[in-house]
């Protein structure tokens, strides 16, 4: 799977390896792979309602998910694309600041939620996500990743939660 995965260093900016999952995206069977394990590890911390996925490529990864778990799927919008009213979040990237939007009243409160995103690196976008889902009332149960950088440091931000992650690469 991970030969599926392209490495682009420098990118979006010198000193960042972007890493390229258009590849596995394109093969149905690794991706299928890869909707089916992290749909498994998320089965196994209890009830699911819904799956929250960070813009763009937690989109890609959530929402196939939610539907192999028979829940709906939540979209964790970069700021300005949803139309207000919307609940919000601000944090720090590798190569800048970043906010993240969910429209409010579309979380239950008490809601159940899966936060899934295709790379866990310094954990910064994960934290936000589950920041969002927790101010506006839902409890997350669980994180899932395809991959995990594990030399960022990206688990340690997310201590004390459940982490599913199918790959582990060096940055």
């Known amino acids: 799977m991970l030969a599926l995965v392209r490495a682009v260093p420098d990118y979006p ?8 999952i258009t590849g596995l995206l394109a093969d149905g069977v690794a991706f299928g792979h890869v909707v089916a394990e992290l749909a498994r590890a998320a089965q196994g911390w209890g009830g699911i ?8 490529r937690g989109f890609l990864l959530g929402a196939p998910i ?8 939540l979209p964790l919008r970069k700021a300005g694309k949803l139309p207000p009213p919307t609940e919000s979040v601000s944090y720090d990237l590798e190569y800048g600041t970043a906010a993240l939007e969910l429209r409010s009243g579309t979380l239950p409160v008490g809601a159940r939620v899966l936060v899934v995103d295709d790379v866990l690196a310094t954990g910064g976008t994960a934290a936000a996500g589950v920041d969002l889902v927790e101010r506006s009332g839902g409890v997350v149960v669980g994180l899932a990743f ?24 060096e940055s």
């Open 146 to 169: 395809l991959m995990e950088l594990a030399d960022l440091g990206g688990r340690a931000r997310l201590a004390g939660r459940e982490v599913a992650t199918l790959l582990h690469v």
């Open 66 to 73: 939610a539907t192999s778990l028979g829940v709906g799927f």
């Open 49 to 56: 309602d819904l799956v929250a996925g960070m813009e763009a």
């Open 13 to 20: 900016v010198a000193g960042v390896t972007f890493r390229d």
